[in-house]
C-alpha cells in the first residue's frame, strides 16, 4: 500500500487549503485513515482520522476548522483546512491502518502505512 499525499502550500492567515491523500495497492486496507502534522522542533502530531471509514474524529485545535473526508472508493481522501492560523503551520503527513482500535488512532503507531509529507505554510 502506498500513500501520496499533495496539496500542500503557502496561504495567508484565514485561508483555505486542501489537502488529498492518495492510496493505492492494497485499497481494502485502510480502515482508519489520519492526517497527523510536525511543525519544526515539535513532535508529530494527531490532527483527524476516519474510523471504520466514517466516524470522523479531530484534535481540538482543528475542531470546526478542519474537514476529513474519503472517496466511496477508498482511494483518496482529504484534509479541508479553513480560517488557518500561523500555528498551523507544519509538515502534514497522511497515514493508514488495518488496525479497529479506536483508543489508540490519536497515536502514530497505530498506524503501518505512511505517506511524504506536504508542507503547509500560512503567513501571518
Known amino acids: 500500500v502506498q500513500l501520496q499525499a499533495s496539496g500542500g502550500g503557502l496561504v495567508q492567515t484565514g485561508g483555505s487549503l486542501r489537502l488529498s491523500c492518495t492510496v493505492s495497492?492494497?485499497?481494502?486496507?485502510?480502515?482508519?485513515v489520519a492526517w497527523f502534522r510536525q511543525a519544526p522542533g515539535k513532535e508529530r502530531e494527531f490532527v483527524a482520522a476516519?474510523?471504520?471509514?466514517?466516524?470522523?474524529y479531530y484534535a481540538d485545535s482543528v475542531k470546526g476548522r478542519f474537514t476529513v473526508s474519503r472517496d466511496n472508493a477508498k482511494t483518496t481522501f482529504w484534509l479541508q483546512m479553513n480560517s488557518l492560523k500561523p500555528e498551523d503551520t507544519a509538515l502534514y503527513y497522511c497515514?493508514?491502518?488495518?488496525?479497529?482500535?479506536?483508543?489508540?488512532?490519536?497515536?502514530?503507531?497505530?498506524?503501518?502505512?505512511w505517506g511524504q509529507g506536504t508542507l503547509v505554510t500560512v503567513s501571518s
Open positions: 495497492g492494497r485499497t481494502s486496507s485502510g480502515r482508519t
Open positions: 497515514a493508514a491502518s488495518d488496525r479497529l482500535i479506536l483508543s489508540s488512532i490519536y497515536r502514530s503507531a497505530h498506524y503501518n502505512y
Open positions: 476516519i474510523f471504520r471509514f466514517s466516524n470522523t
